[in-house]
């Protein structure tokens, strides 16, 4: 039974790798790809996490 449970969460950490893998892939595209300068794509973060608190 523990076997089972250890391959489960190994698979786990596994896609949760990779999704993270991919967001990050994603979040670089649409950064490369905006009409926005960086300093404005900060700024959008870092009022939507004052707006999160």
Do not use: C, H, P, R
């Amino acid at each position: 039974m523990k076997d089972k449970y250890d391959s489960a969460l190994n698979e786990l950490n596994i896609l949760m790798k990779k999704k993270q893998e991919l967001q990050g892939k994603e979040l670089l595209n649409a950064v490369v790809n905006t009409t926005k300068s960086l300093d404005e794509i900060l700024a959008f973060m870092s009022e939507n996490e004052e707006d999160q608190s």
